[in-house]
């Protein structure tokens, strides 16, 4: 069974930065492309940015490009998400998520980012 | 960027009801089309993936038809633990869109 967990949210003010990470139990993680998806306080799901299994290639929304940076490391089973210059409007929370059939096929249980003065 | 359209928004309806949602691309996006759940609380889950088949565990009830632009999700017989909101997809290409949610409410 796939097992993603998110760790890293909390509280920052406008302008601050955060790193989040993502640890998947399986024995599968090089194989496959993960993702970062977000949901805002009673909104709807937003794509952030997805990595291929190796990490050479990356995308991203429009609304963080240059201000995210995703991230893996294979021999941890770990993806990563750096936030800097965090805006009001990043405040949500944000999922893990692996691809499989579909993309994202699994799904972690969210870690919550607030940026607030 | 593909646009994604749910209709509708919201709908209510009783159990054993049978229930359907539409998802429209704005441009062609082949079968590349997976179906979320999503209860209060809690994270999504991945109902249907190249947007006809069951991803391993979830119901039969449960289907999924389309392709090109045009995509439905049908539940054949609701049942209580399916009263929740429904996210449509695209994985055709970056960035990735969803459609804007179907909640799916008790009559």
């Known amino acids: 069974e796939v097992q993603l967990l998110e760790s890293g949210g909390g509280l920052v003010q406008p302008g601050g930065s955060l790193r989040l990470s993502c640890t998947d139990s399986?024995?599968?993680?090089?194989?496959?492309?993960m993702s970062w998806v977000r949901q805002a306080p009673g909104k709807g799901l937003e794509w952030v940015s997805s990595i291929s299994a190796s990490g050479g290639t990356t995308d991203y929304a429009d609304s963080v490009k240059g201000r995210f940076t995703i991230s893996r490391d294979n021999s941890k089973n770990t993806l990563y998400l750096q936030m800097d210059s965090l805006r009001i409007e990043d405040t949500a929370i944000y999922y893990c998520?692996?691809?499989?059939?579909?993309?994202?096929?699994?799904w972690g249980q969210g870690t919550l980012v607030t940026v607030s003065s | 960027d593909i646009q994604m359209t749910q209709s509708p928004s919201s709908l209510s309806a009783s159990v054993g009801d049978r229930v359907t949602i539409t998802c429209r691309a704005s441009?062609?996006?082949?079968?590349?089309l997976a179906w979320f759940q999503q209860k209060p609380g809690k994270a999504p889950k991945s109902l249907i993936f190249?947007?006809?088949n069951l991803q391993s565990g979830v119901p039969s009830r449960f289907s999924g038809s389309g392709s090109g632009t045009d995509f439905t999700l049908t539940i054949s017989s609701l049942q209580p633990e399916d009263f929740a909101t429904y996210y449509c997809?695209?994985?055709?290409?970056?960035?990735?869109?969803f459609g804007q949610g179907t909640k799916v409410e008790i009559k």
């Open positions: 997809q695209q994985y055709n290409s970056y960035p990735r869109t």
């Open positions: 998520a692996k691809s499989g059939y579909g993309d994202p096929a699994y």
């Open positions: 441009q062609g996006i082949s079968y590349f």
């Open positions: 190249a947007a006809s």
């Open positions: 399986g024995f599968t993680f090089t194989n496959y492309a």
